[in-house]
Nanobody, 125 residues
Framework: QVQLVESGGGLVQAGGSLRLSCAAS????????MGWFRQAPGKERDFVAA????????YYSDSVKGRFTISRDNAKNTVYLEMNSLKPEDTALYYC??????????????????WGQGTQVTVSS
């Protein structure tokens, strides 16, 4: 079992930046691909980014590519999402997720077994 706790959300103006963190506890953090997803009210949960156990490979949705950066620090059991050039359409509840496979990146929510409670990001125009 892995417990995940997100932080770092908030209210920011369009064009601004935020850095989300997800702290993991429980099983060995480095055994997991980690991902970020987001869900706006009335919409499905969408993939944002994922990273392999060693940070060697990353994968982004087209909507955030070039603006967001996922990274991880296995010594701190933490995964990050650096978000730049934020847009109002980035407003959503952002979730951290863990996949019980250290190397296979995935974008579908069903591929991830462990989820945090989410942190709200609101981008004003």
């Amino acid at each position: 079992q892995v417990q995940l706790v997100e932080s770092g959300g908030g209210l920011v103006q369009a064009g601004g930046s935020l850095r989300l963190s997800c702290a993991a506890s429980g099983r060995t953090f480095s055994n997991y691909v980690m991902g970020w997803f987001r869900q706006a009210p009335g919409k499905e949960r969408d993939f944002v980014a994922a990273i392999t156990w060693d940070g060697g490979r990353t994968y982004y949705s087209d909507s955030v590519k070039g603006r967001f950066t996922i990274s991880r620090d296995n010594a701190k059991n933490t995964v990050y999402l650096e978000m730049n050039s934020l847009k109002p359409e980035d407003t959503a509840l952002y979730y951290c997720a863990g996949r019980g496979d250290p190397v296979t990146l995935a974008s579908h929510p069903s591929a991830y077994a462990y989820w945090g409670q989410g942190t709200q990001v609101t981008v004003s125009s």
